[in-house]
C-alpha cells in the first residue's frame, strides 16, 4: 500500500493518513446513534434490486451510505456523495447553476444539461427517476441512505444508467416517533436549520414533514455591476417534504409525498485562461484577441462581466408521488409508483469572463415529467423475481438570450472595433424537446443450493423523442423526430464461501437512449439524431467479514462501449459555439474497488475505500474532430481515494465525545474526452473532521465541524473555446462551525 502512494501523487501529509490506517476501506456500516454506532458490522440491507437483502449477499457492485455516515462527513448534498464512493466523480458546469450535478461513474457521464442531452447515470428519490441533470445536486437532509450502484444497470432501472445509478431512500413515515430541530452557524456566512418531525397518527396512518434552510456567503463579486444581484458562490435555499404512510389493511400500504425547493444563488465560481486559437482562420479569432490577461480581475473568484443578472441564479423545483404495496398472497405482491415532477432554472455564463461584449449566454429552462410502474413481484422457496411495466414522459425546453457571441451575434450590430456584423444585433436561441419512454422488465435468482444462487433479467426499452429547435444561423425552425429501442439483460452468479463471505460474477448489458445535439449553430443540418449507447460490463467480486474485525468489499470490471456517441465541442465551425455529437467511438473501461471497514478497537474504527480506473477511447471514426484513440473520457479521474476514521470516547456520566476525520482524493483528469493540455484537470484532496458531544439521554448532540481545512481551491471543469480556456472553479471551500441537534421521542 505505502509503496502505491508516490504513484498516486499524494501529499506528504496524505500519506501520512493513509500509511497510518494501513488498508483502504469503504463507508458500509450505518450507525443507529451513539449508544450503537460502536457495532461497526451490523447487517446492512438495501434495495438496490427493488428487493430487500443484505449488502453482501447483493451480486453486484454497489456502496450505502447511510444517514449516521452522511452526518459524520458533512455530507449535505448529491456533490458531497461523490467524493466518499469508489470510480464515482460529481462534477458541474451547466449555466453556473449550483443545482447542476454531473454524476460520472467509471468513466461514463454527461456534463451537458441542455433537454436534448440525457444523463449517463440514473438519479432516483424513492424508486421515481429525476430525467434532468439541472435540479439532481439534490439537499439530503432526513435521508435514510443513498445507495450507488455501479455499472451498466440496464435491466432493472433501464435507459440512461449506462455508468450506474444513484439511489435515494428518505425516511419512511412512522419508522421512528420523533420530532427533530437541528441548527448550523459558520464561517463564511453558513446558517442551515432541518425540521423534521415523523408521528403516528392513528395506528393506521403515520406522516413525516420537513423543512430545511440553508444560506452562505459567496467568495467573489460581480465587480462591474453597480447593484449585483448575488455574489459568485452565494448559496440560498428552502426546501420540503411531506409524506404520508396508510395501513390500508393487512396486505395493503399506501403511500404518498409531496417535496418541493426553492433556490436562488449566485454563479459558480468562473474565470478563463488565455490560450492560443485552436484554429488560426478562425473568423473570430480577431474579436476573441482583444482578450488580455490584464482584463480579469485579481481574484479569479471574482466576475468582471457587464451584463446584469448574469451573475445569479435559480433554481425551483417540486413533486409529488403516490405508491401502493400489495401482498396479494403468500407468494405475490403487487407494487405501483406514479409520479409528477416540475422544475424551472435560469442562469447563464459570460464566458469571457471580462468586461467586453464577446460571449455572453444567459439562458433558462424547465422540464414537466410523469411516470408510472407497475410491478408483480414474487417469493417462493428457492427463487423471487421482479418484474414489471414502466412509462415516462418528459417535455422541457432550454432557450438562450440575448445573447452575444462575436461576430455572429452583437450589440447593435457592431463589432467590438466597430465594423457591421454579418449577423448584427443579439442572438437567440431555443430547442424543445418531448419524451416518451415505454419498457417491460423481469429480474429472477434462484437458489440452487444453500450456498449457490443464481440469476438473470431481461428489459425492452423503447423511447420516442419529438424535439424542435431555432438557431440564429436556421432561419425557420427545425422539427425532428426518431425512435430508439433496445433489449438489455444481465446474468449473475453468488457462491457463499462461509457464513459470512460471499463471492459473484456477472455480466451487463445497458444502454444510454440516443437523441438531438444540444447546440447546433452551425447549421440546420447539425440538428440530426444520433443513436442509442451500449455497454457490456463484466464483473467479479467478494463481499463479506473476512475477520472478527474487518469487513470488505472487492469488484474487478471490464466494460466495453460501442456506438458511443461523443460530444465535441467546436469553437471553429461556424455560427456560434457548436456542439455535435455522433456515434463515433467505442471505449473500454477496466478497474477495481475495494472498500473495507476495520474495527482497530471497540472504540476506534476505519472506513476507506479505493478505486482505479483505467479508461480510454479505443476506437474513434474518421471526420470527428478533436477526440482520438487513446484519449480518456472526461472527468474521469484514474485513482479515487476516501479514509474515514472514527473514535468514541464514553464519559463517567453516560455522555460520549465522537471524533469523525475524513479524507477524499481525486487525481487528476480530462476537461473534455480530449487529450489536451489547457483541458487538464489538476488531482485535489480535502480533509475534514466532525467532533460530536451527546449527552446520556442520546437526544441533544453538540458538534464542531470543519470541512475542507486546508482551503483546498480546485477546478471541476475546464472547457477550451477560441483563444481561451473556460475554468469552473470550485465553491466548497473551506467552512468552520457547530452544529446543535434535539431530538424529542414521542412515544
Excluded: C
Excluded at 667 to 673: A, E
Excluded at 690 to 712: F, H, K, P, Q, R
Amino acid at each position: 500500500m505505502i509503496t502505491v502512494l508516490p504513484r498516486l501523487g499524494l501529499s506528504a501529509i496524505s500519506a501520512a493518513v493513509l500509511a497510518a490506517v494501513a488498508l483502504p476501506s469503504t463507508a458500509l456500516a450505518e450507525q443507529a446513534n451513539i449508544e450503537k454506532e460502536k457495532q461497526v458490522f451490523e447487517k446492512i440491507e438495501v434495495t438496490a434490486r427493488k428487493r430487500t437483502e443484505s449488502l453482501f449477499e447483493t451480486p453486484t457492485a454497489i456502496t450505502s451510505i447511510g444517514a449516521g455516515d452522511i452526518d459524520k462527513a458533512n455530507i449535505s448534498n448529491l456533490d458531497d456523495i461523490g467524493k466518499f464512493v469508489p470510480n464515482l466523480n460529481i462534477t458541474r458546469y451547466g449555466v453556473g447553476n449550483a443545482a447542476h450535478a454531473s454524476v460520472f461513474i467509471r468513466g461514463i457521464g454527461l456534463q451537458d444539461h441542455v433537454i436534448t442531452t440525457d444523463p449517463g447515470v440514473g438519479v432516483y428519490v424513492d424508486g421515481v427517476y429525476l430525467g434532468r441533470q439541472m435540479g439532481s445536486n439534490l439537499s439530503l437532509p432526513n435521508i435514510e441512505r443513498v445507495e450507488v450502484l455501479r455499472g451498466p444497470q440496464g435491466t432493472l432501472y433501464g435507459r440512461n444508467t449506462l455508468g450506474g445509478a444513484v439511489n435515494v431512500i428518505t425516511k419512511q413515515p412512522g419508522a421512528e416517533e420523533v420530532a427533530r430541530i437541528e441548527a448550523k452557524i459558520g464561517s463564511r456566512g453558513r446558517l442551515a436549520t432541518d425540521l423534521y418531525t415523523s408521528q403516528a397518527l392513528t395506528d393506521t396512518l403515520s406522516f413525516s414533514a420537513s423543512a430545511s434552510y440553508k444560506e452562505r456567503d459567496g467568495v467573489g463579486k460581480a465587480v462591474n455591476l453597480a447593484n449585483p444581484e448575488k455574489e459568485i458562490g452565494e448559496e440560498q435555499e428552502y426546501s420540503g417534504r411531506l409524506a404520508v404512510r396508510w395501513q390500508a389493511t393487512n396486505d395493503l400500504v399506501i403511500s404518498a409525498a409531496f417535496d418541493g425547493v426553492e433556490n436562488e444563488s449566485g454563479q459558480s465560481p468562473y474565470t478563463i485562461e488565455l490560450t492560443a486559437p485552436l484554429d488560426p482562420n478562425d473568423p473570430f479569432n480577431g474579436d476573441f484577441s482583444l482578450l488580455d490577461a490584464s482584463m480579469l480581475p485579481d481574484n479569479p473568484d471574482d466576475l468582471a462581466t457587464t451584463v446584469a443578472g448574469i451573475e445569479s441564479t435559480d433554481y425551483s423545483g417540486w413533486g409529488g408521488s403516490i405508491t401502493a404495496d400489495w401482498q396479494a398472497s403468500d407468494v405475490y405482491s403487487v407494487k405501483f409508483i406514479a409520479s409528477k415532477r416540475s422544475s424551472e432554472y435560469t442562469g447563464g455564463l459570460d464566458d469571457d469572463a471580462v468586461a467586453l461584449n464577446l460571449s455572453e449566454f444567459p439562458e433558462e429552462g424547465g422540464a414537466d415529467q410523469y411516470s408510472f410502474e407497475l410491478q408483480l413481484n414474487g417469493t417462493y422457496d428457492s427463487w423471487d423475481f421482479v418484474s414489471g411495466l414502466y412509462y415516462f414522459n418528459e417535455d422541457g425546453f432550454t432557450s438562450s438570450g440575448p445573447f452575444v457571441f462575436s461576430p455572429w451575434n452583437t450589440p447593435n450590430g457592431l463589432l467590438n472595433d466597430g465594423q457591421t456584423a454579418s449577423f448584427g444585433g443579439y442572438g437567440y436561441f431555443d430547442i424543445n424537446q418531448e419524451t416518451d419512454a415505454y419498457a417491460a422488465y423481469i429480474n429472477a435468482s434462484f437458489d440452487v443450493t444453500e450456498l449457490l444462487s443464481i440469476g438473470g433479467g431481461l428489459r425492452y426499452s423503447e423511447d420516442k423523442k419529438e424535439a424542435d429547435a431555432l438557431f440564429p444561423s436556421f432561419g425557420t425552425r427545425k422539427y425532428v423526430s426518431a425512435d430508439f429501442d433496445e433489449v438489455t439483460w444481465d446474468v449473475n452468479a453468488s457462491y457463499q464461501l462461509t457464513r459470512d463471505i460471499n463471492v459473484y460474477a456477472q455480466v451487463q448489458k445497458g444502454y444510454q437512449s440516443g437523441g438531438f445535439p444540444p447546440r447546433p449553430f452551425g447549421e440546420p443540418d447539425q440538428f440530426a439524431a444520433f443513436e442509442e449507447t451500449k455497454a457490456i460490463n463484466y464483473e467479479v467480486g467478494f463481499k463479506g467479514q473476512v475477520h472478527d474485525n474487518v469487513s470488505m468489499m472487492v469488484a474487478a470490471f471490464v466494460t466495453d462501449y460501442t456506438d458511443l456517441a461523443l460530444p465535441f465541442n467546436d469553437p471553429t465551425a461556424g455560427g456560434g459555439f457548436v456542439t455535435i455529437v455522433e456515434n463515433a467511438g467505442e471505449s473500454k473501461a477496466q478497474g477495481i474497488e475495494l472498500e473495507t471497514t476495520i474495527a482497530i478497537t471497540d472504540d476506534f474504527s476505519v472506513r476507506s475505500s479505493i478505486g482505479y480506473l483505467d479508461s480510454e477511447i479505443t476506437h474513434v471514426d474518421e471526420g470527428v474532430i478533436g477526440i482520438g484513440k487513446g484519449d480518456a473520457p472526461a472527468l474521469t479521474p484514474r485513482w479515487t481515494v476516501m479514509v474515514a476514521p472514527s473514535y468514541f470516547h464514553d464519559l463517567e456520566h453516560g455522555a460520549t465525545i465522537a471524533v469523525n476525520a475524513s479524507y477524499s482524493y481525486r487525481s487528476d483528469m480530462q476537461g473534455q474526452s480530449v487529450t489536451r493540455a489547457s483541458e487538464y484537470i489538476d488531482s485535489r484532496e480535502l480533509l475534514g473532521f466532525n467532533i460530536s458531544y451527546t449527552n446520556a439521554e442520546g437526544d441533544m448532540e453538540v458538534t464542531l465541524y470543519g470541512e475542507n481545512v486546508l482551503n483546498e481551491v480546485y477546478d471541476v471543469g475546464r472547457l477550451q473555446q477560441s483563444g481561451f480556456v473556460g475554468v469552473m472553479r470550485s465553491n466548497d471551500r473551506s467552512e468552520f462551525g457547530i452544529k446543535f441537534k434535539k431530538e424529542f421521542w414521542l412515544d
